[in-house]
């Protein structure tokens, strides 16, 4: 086994190879089919978790228990693909490689056996890399330690090697670190709606804090799209915990038909069940459901969702909790609607999230639980409205979410 330091390279020693990235953190990995002048061809050749194969190259999930990998088949990269770029970003909005350095492992695509390792050195703002690349030099194919990075995320690195996203980035949108910023405008990736792990949030400048935050000093009131890591003192703290929702009408005597919900997906978001008035317990019991609250009166919270983190299947590493209008009311006819984590064995409340600003839908997406590859769980304040009046409207966008 070989380690590389930045600018390495080696051989290949087989035609089949996976380049897997891990990090204390999940981490979204991605990989990109490069023609000479260092672009793709179209954005079919940008490969990851919503686009998972190409022409000899796929993306691997680790279903949460193992890093996610991108696999090169050299025998099957088709004529005038000549570098095959793997990289990695945190899955949170906003999150920094800083104090998380991730490893990438070469690997034998078909024994699994290492071929070399490589961890970027000195990371600090970047909120995405190229990690490795794979690439065809005088009739042979080999690998090569990178490490670049970039300070606007996936889409700065997709847009640097030419694939068009949906969203065009702001225009202050930083340049790459440690790389010439591009002559051409910047188009931004085709993966749905720029989920917040490849972008920043525009509507939270506060909402990306230089260190995690954790509950080490109590109770943590979160913004919008601030995330809290559910450990204390380094050690998990959590084995069940509730999500209660709460709402108040916005105007006196005047009823109102929300419904809490809890959607869980697995590692490549793919929706796996839905907790909610109609189903109120899913993943064998391990989420359940308080059942339906028809008028929001009543002091605290309306519903709540009790997860048992413990039980939660390794299929499942991810949990968006929603809030619905049934009755097609706005919310901006809403008073005081929030949601809070609760410590189930104690009944202390931990995280809190107000939604101060509502808008007239009757869908939102309130909060996030995500599993990360170390094995624990983060919540992410969203606050995110749609057009969904059942939990049914709310799944397809809760995975654009994640």
Not at 155 to 175: K, L, N, Q, R, Y
Not at 182 to 193: E, F, Q, R, Y
Not at 308 to 330: M, W, Y
Request: hydrophobic letters at 40%.
């Amino acid at each position: 086994m070989t380690a590389m330091t930045p600018g390495s390279n080696l051989p290949l020693p087989t035609a089949r190879v996976a380049v897997d990235v891990a990090a204390p953190v999940r981490l979204d990995v991605s990989g990109l089919l490069l023609t000479a002048d260092g672009k793709v061809r179209s954005d079919d050749d940008f490969i990851f978790y919503n686009q998972p194969s190409g022409p000899g190259v796929t993306y691997r999930s680790g279903g949460g228990s193992a890093p996610d990998a991108i696999v090169v088949d050299t025998t099957a990269v088709p004529p005038g693909i000549e570098k095959i770029v793997v990289t990695a970003s945190p899955d949170a909005a906003g999150q920094t490689f800083q104090g998380i350095e991730p490893t990438a492992t070469l690997r034998d695509a078909d024994n699994g056996s290492v071929i070399a390792t490589f961890t970027p050195p000195q990371l600090g703002s970047e909120t995405a890399l190229v990690v490795m690349e794979v690439y065809l030099r005088g009739g042979a194919w080999k690998a090569r330690a990178v490490g670049q990075g970039y300070a606007n995320g996936l889409a700065g690195i997709a847009t640097d090697f030419g694939v068009s996203v949906e969203e065009e980035p702001p225009a202050a949108a930083p340049t790459p670190a440690a790389a010439p910023a591009p002559t051409a405008p910047m188009a931004v990736p085709p993966m749905p709606s720029a989920p917040p792990a490849q972008a920043p949030a525009p509507a939270a400048p506060a909402a990306a804090p230089s260190g995690k935050i954790n509950l080490d000093k109590g109770r943590v009131s979160l913004q919008k799209n601030q995330t809290v890591s559910l450990v204390k003192g380094g050690r998990p703290l959590l084995s069940q915990v509730k999500m209660g929702l709460g709402w108040e009408p916005a105007f006196r005597g005047k009823d109102i038909d929300l419904d809490a919900s809890v959607i869980a997906y697995g590692p490549q978001r793919n929706h796996l069940d839905s907790c909610y008035f109609g189903k109120l317990s899913i993943l064998n019991g391990a989420i359940k459901h308080s059942g339906d609250n028809l008028t929001g009166e009543g002091a605290g919270d309306d519903e709540v969702i009790v997860v048992d983190l413990g039980r939660i299947p390794a299929e499942a590493t991810g949990l968006v909790f929603t809030v619905n209008s049934f009755s097609g009311q706005k919310f901006t006819e809403v008073a005081k609607a929030y949601c809070r984590l609760i410590d189930a064995s104690t009944g202390e409340e931990l995280v809190r999230f107000d939604l101060t600003n509502a808008e007239p839908q009757t869908g939102v997406m309130m909060a996030k639980l995500i599993k990360q590859f170390s094995g624990e769980w983060e919540m992410t304040a969203l606050g995110n409205f749609v057009k969904a009046r059942t939990v049914r409207g709310m799944v397809k966008p809760s995975a654009e979410a994640l």
